[in-house]
């Protein structure tokens, strides 16, 4: 089968496929269409020939490159626990506040880790250990570690995010419901 004719035929179930796996249109369609100019390129260089299984088989592996890339980024994005100063030495009241909410919520956080995943995030955060390091120290999958952090910076998200509407809610209390200019 021609790569023009698989493509009109398949290319918005291949689309519908890559996006289950990824849960996001923009970049299920973008995997898609690497997929497709990968199969092709492997029918130009005669390596295989194109079929509807090396599509969805590229397009697969293609997906799970981009969860790993996502993961990484996700784990890697949260500040290092050392740029949490308790006291900015410039005396900015707001952001002494800001940095004592971060805090607070990574404690609350940390408090509703189970321990396997706490123990990861301590290792990766505080003590700035690589995945590959976390999983040979604890004897787990560098999968596992990953896991593990995503939950980890969930839980982190989530409790940050309450206690930004937990304060959010006390200043329209304190001001009787209007926003300060």
């Known amino acids: 089968m021609k790569l023009t004719e698989l493509y ?7 689309e519908r496929y890559v ?3 990824l849960g996001n249109g923009d970049d ?4 898609s269409q690497e997929a497709f100019l990968r199969a092709y390129a492997a029918e130009l260089g005669h390596a295989t020939p194109m079929s509807e299984a090396l599509l969805y088989t ?15 980024r ?11 100063q308790l006291h900015d030495p ?3 009241p707001e952001a002494d506040l800001e940095r004592q909410q971060m ?7 940390m408090s509703r880790m189970a321990p396997k995943c706490l123990e990861v995030f301590r290792l990766r955060k505080i003590e700035d250990a690589s995945h590959a390091s976390i999983a040979k120290q604890l004897d787990i999958s560098t999968k596992t570690v990953e896991r593990h952090m995503t939950r980890a910076l969930q839980l982190c998200h989530e409790s940050l995010l309450e206690k930004t509407a937990k304060t959010s809610t006390r200043s329209l209390a304190v001001t009787g419901g209007r926003q300060r200019e």
């Open 28 to 31: 299920a369609a973008d995997v």
């Open 74 to 84: 996700a784990t890697d994005a949260m500040e290092d626990m050392s740029d949490l």
């Open 58 to 72: 590229v397009a697969r592996n293609l997906a799970l490159t981009e969860l790993r890339k996502r993961t990484y």
């Open 19 to 21: 996006r289950r796996l």
């Open 90 to 92: 410039r005396g900015n």
């Open 103 to 109: 805090i607070a919520a990574i404690e609350m956080a």
């Open 8 to 14: 009109r035929q398949r290319h918005k179930a291949l």
